[in-house]
Structures are given as C-alpha cells and as structure tokens.
C-alpha cells in the first residue's frame, strides 16, 4: 500500500479575456525588463563601467544608474530589502496574491512554458492525448521540439542573470567565443537546468509545497483583502443548462467545469477559497464567457472580499429573487455590483507608512550621501610610545573612501588634543603632507600623532580630513592614550 498519491499532471486549457490580457502584459513587461535591464548603459565617467545596473563583485560595488554602492553602504540593500518585503506584504493585504498571480518569477516563467507547450502540441485536450498516446514520430518530435524551446528559454534565463555580474555587451562576446570563466558557465548551466526543472516540471507544486510566502500570507489577509470568490448564493443549485430552458428555480452556475479546466493548479474554486489558488483571476475569464455565452451577467466568479460576501449572503433570499427577475437575455455585468472596497484600514494603513518612512529614510541617505569617508583605527601594540623628551606619540591606521570619480588631495587636522607634531605615512612608510585618493578608491595610511606627555589617560580627539577644492570634510572620533 502506498502513502502517496502522484499528483495528477495539470493541463490548463487556453483562455481569453480581461485577467489573461493583464497577464501577458505582465509577462511581456517582467521578461523585457529581466532579459534587456543589463544592456542598458549609463554614463558614469572614465574608469567607471558604464552598465546601468550591474554588481561588480572584482571591484566590489553595485551600481544602479546614478547609485553607487560601497561594501560599506550594504544597509542601503537592507533597506531596499525592506521596502520590497513591507511592499508584499501592502499589496498582500490590499489585493491579495496578486505577486503569485501576475508577477512571482515562477508564474510568470512557468506561463511562458505553457504558452510554449500548448503552441507546440496544442491546447488541454490535445495535450493530454499526446501524453497518453504510444511514441511515434509525431509525439518524438513535439516533444523534442517542446524540451529544447525550454532549455533555450532556460538558457537564456541563466545567460540574462550572468550579465547582471559582468559587463554584458563584453560578456556576451565572450560567450559567443566560448571564452568564459567555469564559473560564469556553471551559473548558466544551474540557472538553466533550475529553470526547466521549475517552469517545465515542478510548475504548481512550487507554490503549493516549496515556497513558504503562500503559507505564511493568510496572515497578512482580513476581511477586506480581495480574494477570488464564486457566489454560491448566485450559482447554486448549479446544473448543466439547455439553451431556451428556463432559470427558474435553479443557480446560474452550469457547471461546465470551464473555470476548472483552465486553472494552472488544478483546483475548483467552486469548493471555496484553497490555500492553492493563487489568484490569477483566469477562471474569472473562463466563467464571465460561459456567463455571456449563456446571457446572464458575468461575475459569478470575481475578486471581492470576505466582508462583501458575507453582506450577500445575509441578503442572499432577496439577491436571488433579484437575479431571477432579470430578463434572461440580460448582459449586464454584475461584477462591480453589491462591492465596496475598503482601502484604508488598520493594516494597510501601517504598512504604508512604514514603507513611506522607510522610504523616505532611504531617499534621504541617498541624497545626503558623502563621497568620503573616513576610518580611523588606533594601533595598539604598543598603545603609545614616550618619547625621551618627554613627550607622547600615538599611531593610527586611516582608511579613507574615495567614492567620487576625481583624485583627491585631503588635508588631516586633529581636534581634542595638543599636536606638537603630526606626520602622514603614505605607502612604504613614505612622509606626505597631503593625502592622496585616486577616484573611486580606498587610500590607506599610517598617522604619527606626538602630543605633550604630562596628563596620563585617556583623551577623546577627532580626525578631520578636508578638501580644499570642494570644501568637503568627514571625520572620525578616536583616542590619545599617555
Ligand atoms: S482558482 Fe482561479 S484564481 Fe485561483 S489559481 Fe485557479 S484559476 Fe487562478
Ligand atoms: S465556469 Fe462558471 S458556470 Fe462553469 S462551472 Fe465554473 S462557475 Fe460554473
């Protein structure tokens, strides 16, 4: 006896209308974005790469058009991190799976599979003849045909995300040259072969059983986010109906199986809300046909919330006789009717202020941005040094951070303390009077600080670096020890 039942294979039938229109839209923007973002250029000056947004891993920084981050300023990605999962969660609360139905890489990928499945061997039906039919040359080829597109798109895929790493109008001749690095071909086989596997094979079963956001998001839902919902109180008793026959007496669902049959996870949501279903509205198209085809308003299946359906419901004797008195022939649409939104609620309210102040914050950092930074690290062995007239002489190690894309000459003062004497070490140990950062760099020195030896303690100073040309000064707080 087996504890497990295979998952039947899905053969989503092809469908027309509004939500699907919205998804290929979706799908169509995603993947430009995704597949031409690295190709876009962005003037930055010499010795700069010019790749709008690119992760330059050998010269560790990220580049996003007019940002530049430094490994220092990676609480910058901690922010974007936070306003994208506070985003989930906002449009979550308002709308629902929204993400899972239209925008989730694995929908947006798997819908391309399928588009590509259902051109080559056709659409549910024909597809699942072929699936049950012996091989012969027909089935060999439509397969054949069916793979290979996928690992092409699978290919490009991973081809896409290497030139997010690399400069890709240089990559993409190297690539063409079979002159690439094991490790940028090793992304594109993972990426590859993840991508077939996900989109071709695991499709639904990477919402339902892999990813854990669908488990966690009822969380984030209430009473007014809106969900897919079909009206029993409209639909029931359902039954097949026979062109002329009369509504009386019975729902307005025919029970065709239409928005079945073209679910991508397989589920009916005629059995109420599924923790499957990911929102996709394409069963919505699939029902507002058979509604037209059968000249009843549309909308037995649609977006609302839990708070509206309940209103029906209470009033569901009144809404029938309401639905029965309407001439059969009637096309109005019913979806907007007995709906109201609640935008603002507790919740929503929340997120969105968290998402504006973090936002905000962010904008803000990124404005007030320096483009030097200072770092000043006190040399401990030995803490200080006394020198034979008396004095006391401290050593430092100072990092400093060119992020602007000129040279720069700094001068350093020192505040806190008596300077009898202050000496700047360049590399080898070299004396220099100003210190020296090339554009886009770290400079690094050694500092001799010599100070009046008659207090012992510990004395709290401040390093000054400044410009002269621009004026621009950063500093860092540190220590004289006697
Ligand atoms: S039930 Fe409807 S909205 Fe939910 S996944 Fe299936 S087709 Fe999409
Ligand atoms: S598509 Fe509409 S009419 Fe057909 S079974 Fe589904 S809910 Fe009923």
Same mark, same amino acid.
């Given at each position: 006896?087996?504890?497990?039942?295979?998952?039947?294979?899905?053969?989503?039938?092809?469908?027309?209308?509004?939500?699907?229109?919205?998804?290929?839209?979706?799908?169509?923007?995603?993947?430009?974005?995704?597949?031409?973002?690295?190709?876009?250029?962005?003037?930055?000056?010499?010795?700069?790469?010019?790749?709008?947004?690119?992760?330059?891993?050998?010269?560790?920084?990220?580049?996003?058009?007019?940002?530049?981050?430094?490994?220092?300023?990676?609480?910058?990605?901690?922010?974007?991190?936070?306003?994208?999962?506070?985003?989930?969660?906002?449009?979550?609360?308002?709308?629902?799976?929204?993400?899972?139905?239209?925008?989730?890489?694995?929908?947006?990928?798997?819908?391309?599979?399928?588009?590509?499945?259902?051109?080559?061997?056709?659409?549910?039906?024909?597809?699942?003849?072929?699936?049950?039919?012996?091989?012969?040359?027909?089935?060999?080829?439509?397969?054949?045909?069916?793979?290979?597109?996928?690992?092409?798109?699978?290919?490009?895929?991973?081809?896409?995300?290497?030139?997010?790493?690399?400069?890709?109008?240089?990559?993409?001749?190297?690539?063409?040259?079979?002159?690439?690095?094991?490790?940028?071909?090793?992304?594109?086989?993972?990426?590859?072969?993840?991508?077939?596997?996900?989109?071709?094979?695991a499709r639904e079963n990477v919402c339902t059983y892999m990813c854990?956001?669908?488990?966690?998001?009822?969380?984030?839902?209430?009473?007014?986010?809106?969900?897919?919902?079909?009206?029993?109180?409209?639909?029931?008793?359902?039954?097949?109906?026979?062109?002329?026959?009369?509504?009386?007496?019975?729902?307005?669902?025919?029970?065709?199986?239409?928005?079945?049959?073209?679910?991508?996870?397989?589920?009916?949501?005629?059995?109420?809300?599924?923790?499957?279903?990911?929102?996709?509205?394409?069963?919505?198209?699939?029902?507002?046909?058979?509604?037209?085809? !059968? =000249?009843?308003? +549309?909308? #037995?299946?649609?977006? $609302? /919330?839990?708070?509206?359906? &309940?209103?029906?419901?209470?009033? %569901?004797?009144?809404?029938?006789?309401?639905?029965?008195?309407?001439?059969?022939?009637?096309?109005?649409?019913?979806?907007?009717?007995?709906?109201?939104?609640?935008?603002?609620?507790?919740?929503?309210?929340?997120?969105?202020?968290?998402?504006?102040?973090?936002?905000?914050?962010?904008?803000?950092?990124?404005?007030?941005?320096?483009?030097?930074?200072?770092?000043?690290?006190?040399?401990?062995?030995?803490?200080?040094?006394?020198?034979?007239?008396?004095?006391?002489?401290?050593?430092?190690?100072?990092?400093?951070?060119?992020?602007?894309?000129?040279?720069?000459?700094?001068?350093?003062?020192?505040?806190?303390?008596? !300077? =009898?004497?202050? +000496?700047? #070490?360049?590399?080898? $140990? /070299?004396?220099?009077?100003? &210190?020296?950062?090339?554009?886009? %760099?770290?400079?690094?020195?050694?500092?001799?600080?010599?100070?009046?030896?008659?207090?012992?303690?510990?004395?709290?100073?401040?390093?000054?670096?400044?410009?002269?040309?621009?004026?621009?000064?950063?500093?860092?707080?540190?220590?004289?020890?006697?």
């Amino acid at each position: 006896m087996s504890y497990f039942e295979k998952a039947a294979k899905i053969y989503p039938r092809r469908v027309k209308g509004t939500f699907r229109s919205v998804k290929w839209i979706a799908m169509c923007v995603l993947l430009g974005i995704y597949y031409l973002a690295p190709w876009l250029r962005w003037d930055r000056g010499a010795h700069v790469p010019d790749q709008a947004i690119l992760v330059d891993l050998t010269g560790q920084r990220g580049y996003f058009f007019g940002i530049e981050i430094w490994p220092q300023e990676v609480y910058l990605l901690v922010g974007v991190l936070i306003l994208a999962a506070i985003g989930l969660f906002f449009a979550t609360a308002l709308l629902g799976r929204v993400w899972c139905g239209y925008a989730c890489p694995q929908t947006v990928w798997t819908d391309l599979f399928v588009w590509v499945e259902r051109f080559v061997q056709g659409d549910r039906n024909a597809r699942r003849k072929l699936d049950e039919s012996a091989w012969t040359s027909e089935k060999i080829w439509k397969k054949a045909v069916t793979h290979l597109s996928w690992l092409l798109i699978g290919a490009l895929t991973g081809g896409a995300w290497v030139f997010y790493f690399n400069d890709a109008p240089a990559l993409f001749t190297d690539i063409i040259h079979f002159n690439v690095s094991w490790t940028v071909l090793g992304w594109v086989i993972a990426l590859t072969l993840s991508t077939y596997f996900m989109a071709g094979f695991a499709r639904e079963n990477v919402c339902t059983y892999m990813c854990p956001y669908a488990r966690f998001q009822s969380a984030m839902f209430d009473k007014d986010t809106l969900i897919i919902s079909y009206q029993p109180e409209r639909g029931e008793p359902r039954g097949k109906h026979k062109a002329g026959a009369t509504w009386e007496g019975r729902g307005h669902c025919i029970d065709c199986k239409a928005c079945v049959v073209v679910c991508p996870m397989g589920i009916d949501i005629r059995e109420g809300l599924q923790m499957e279903c990911i929102s996709c509205g394409l069963c919505i198209d699939a029902c507002d046909d058979i509604m037209t085809k !059968v =000249n009843l308003p +549309t909308g #037995l299946i649609r977006y $609302d /919330t839990e708070n509206n359906q &309940l209103a029906r419901r209470s009033t %569901s004797h009144r809404l029938n006789i309401g639905l029965a008195a309407k001439p059969p022939e009637s096309k109005r649409n019913d979806s907007a009717s007995n709906q109201s939104l609640r935008w603002a609620r507790p919740r929503t309210l929340v997120y969105a202020a968290i998402l504006l102040s973090v936002g905000m914050t962010m904008v803000g950092a990124i404005i007030t941005r320096p483009l030097t930074e200072l770092n000043v690290i006190h040399t401990r062995a030995p803490q200080f040094v006394r020198l034979s007239d008396g004095e006391v002489r401290n050593t430092y190690s100072l990092k400093i951070l060119n992020k602007s894309h000129d040279d720069r000459a700094y001068n350093l003062s020192v505040d806190g303390v008596r !300077v =009898n004497e202050l +000496t700047v #070490l360049a590399a080898g $140990d /070299t004396p220099v009077q100003r &210190l020296l950062v090339p554009a886009n %760099s770290v400079g690094t020195f050694r500092v001799r600080l010599v100070s009046d030896g008659n207090a012992a303690g510990r004395t709290e100073i401040r390093f000054i670096l400044t410009d002269p040309v621009t004026r621009e000064s950063a500093h860092h707080e540190s220590y004289f020890v006697r």
